[in-house]
């Protein structure tokens, strides 16, 4: 029987990061819904970079940013005495990144899609922009907050390079379950290997098989 420490130690990973890139993802989704600035192409292709960038790129250049030379490092290690890198809090940060593309895409697009004229109904009754966004907009898109939520979380559980680059292999700490499988087929343990490779299989299929039959479903009824 494997650890079960690094798919604990993943769960953890992937639920924290949701959250936090929901709270983040949104407003700026919402922005470039909306915007007509000159920055919008930018900002677009710097959210999209993890998507085609190598995972160990972006986490090379995370190693030197957070780690303890760094402004960002050496203000972390003053302020809590640990190191940024090599520790969960330090894959929060690179897995937010990371993940970005998959929590303002599903939304961007989906804002998109909205139109002027639920916006415009709710100003006429004289709904406060906030009150619109929370009280239309979110409702409206509630199946595209559930997608990207649920991409985003797979997205993370799965996560290799960018973690091996800055969180090392540390049990308890780093070690989530990507690593564990890289670290039982180095040391030929293939049965264990298998055997989170299986889960994560199956995980990643009805991940993707419940976004597709959500988002299908949601057309049909829309027609």
Request: glycine share 8%; proline share 7%; no cysteine.
């Amino acid at each position: 029987m494997p650890d079960l420490g690094p798919l604990w130690l993943s769960l953890t990973l992937a639920g924290v990061t949701t959250v936090i890139l929901l709270l983040l993802g949104t407003p700026l989704a919402w922005w470039l819904s909306g915007t007509r600035s000159r920055l919008k192409p930018a900002i677009e292709a710097v959210t999209a970079l993890p998507l085609v960038l190598p995972p160990t790129v972006i986490g090379f250049y995370f190693l030197i940013a957070l780690g303890p030379a760094s402004p960002i490092g050496s203000f972390w290690m003053k302020v809590t005495g640990d190191a940024l890198t090599f520790s969960f809090s330090g894959l929060v940060v690179a897995s937010i990144i990371y993940s970005l593309p998959f929590t303002v895409q599903p939304l961007q697009s989906a804002f998109e899609s909205l139109g002027r004229s639920p916006l415009e109904a709710a100003a006429s009754l004289r709904a406060s922009p906030l009150d619109t966004f929370f009280s239309v907009v979110i409702p409206m898109s509630k199946r595209s907050f559930i997608a990207a939520a649920v991409l985003t979380f797979a997205h993370t559980i799965g996560e290799f390079g960018i973690v091996l680059m800055v969180g090392g292999n540390i049990p308890g700490k780093t070690k989530v379950i990507s690593i564990a499988i890289y670290e039982h087929v180095e040391t030929l343990n293939y049965a264990d290997a298998h055997l989170l490779s299986a889960s994560l299989l199956i995980f990643s299929f009805a991940v993707l098989f419940v976004v597709y039959a959500f988002v299908r479903g949601h057309r049909v009824i829309a027609r």
